[in-house]
């Protein structure tokens, strides 16, 4: 009785038993598992300067400074007559060799400074192999792309100092301010004959009479000339030469959603390989360089010997 009785107790523990939860004890990553959150990251806005671009403009103002700075401290320089109509010292009591016009950086460097920036950066872009192959006449997009900001740089060095629906920005600011060629105040004196249509020249007709400007706020043409131009190469080269196979690249771009990416992903829809062409300095780059570095050092002595601070300040601005 007793076993036949305590079998259908023992099933029914048996049975409570099985159907009675279990607690299994809780896995310590499991419990202290914090939900994970997506971080976006804010990319910088593709018209702000990186890092990069922002040492490279804090560069221009203190050439300038060190220039002006140089120019008050340095003794031979104070004492040195200076002709304040063409803003320069006298070829014959000039402080350095670098202080004449006519020095041979100015007249084949200076003075024809666009030609070189344009040899230069051509030279580069058709010799580095991130933009295609090298020594190759293959007009390639990247090629094209450097062609075209090549393009609006130029056509705004040409607004600027050569021609800008008449005279240039420079001469039509000169003028502005109350400067004129001195035929012009010869003429108004009485002492040479000209008509209406002559009064309005640029500085090139003024020169071409064997006059000068006078009066105005002569801004420096050679400032804008070797900020523009070395800023340009900087821009374009730098960037190229300084990145490694493994950096992360600063510069962004809107894509076309709108939405603000890598620079580097540009090159990989292109099909471009970043990571073979990155960071080789090659004969072109040199090249730009060097060019780019010459213009930084006349700019230095341009600060130093040419112009008022006033009108070598300007164009920076």
């Not at 009785?1 to 990553?29: C, F, V, Y």
């Not at 598992?33 to 990186?50: G, V």
């Not at 490279?56 to 200076?82: H, K, M, Q, T, W």
């Amino acid at each position: 009785m007793e076993s036949a009785s305590a079998t259908p107790r023992r099933s029914k523990r048996l049975s409570e038993k099985q159907s009675s939860p279990q607690s299994t004890p809780s896995s310590p990553n499991k419990a202290n598992r914090i939900p994970s959150r997506t971080t976006m990251t804010t990319r910088r806005p593709p018209f702000l300067p990186t890092n990069l671009e922002a040492v490279l403009l804090s560069i221009y103002p203190g050439i300038l400074v060190l220039g002006s700075l140089f120019a008050l401290l340095d003794p031979n320089a104070r004492a040195a007559p200076y002709n304040t109509v063409t803003q320069s010292h006298y070829a014959e009591t000039a402080p350095s060799y670098f202080a004449k016009k006519n020095n041979v950086f100015n007249i084949f460097f200076v003075k024809q400074g666009w030609a070189w920036v344009t040899f230069s950066y051509i030279f580069f872009l058709f010799t580095h192999p991130s933009t295609g192959t090298p020594f190759s006449p293959t007009i390639t997009t990247r090629r094209l792309k450097g062609v075209l900001r090549w393009g609006i740089v130029t056509v705004w060095w040409i607004f600027v100092t050569q021609w800008f629906f008449g005279p240039p920005i420079i001469d039509r600011g000169f003028l502005l301010t109350g400067g004129q060629c001195e035929l012009v105040w010869e003429a108004e004196a009485g002492n040479v004959e000209m008509d209406d249509t002559r009064q309005f020249v640029t500085s090139v007709a003024c020169k071409a009479v064997g006059r000068k400007w006078k009066g105005g706020h002569d801004i420096s043409g050679h400032v804008f000339l070797l900020v523009l131009g070395s800023m340009f190469l900087f821009e374009e080269v730098l960037h190229v030469v300084l990145r490694s196979a493994t950096a992360k690249e600063e510069r962004t771009i809107y894509m076309q959603d709108g939405a603000i990416k890598s620079a580097g992903v540009e090159a990989q829809v292109e099909g471009n390989s970043t990571t073979e062409t990155a960071g080789q300095l090659t004969l072109g780059s040199k090249v730009v360089l060097g060019v780019g570095a010459l213009m930084c050092y006349m700019l230095l002595m341009t600060a130093a010997y040419f112009h008022t601070w006033f009108e070598k300040d300007f164009w920076w601005h």
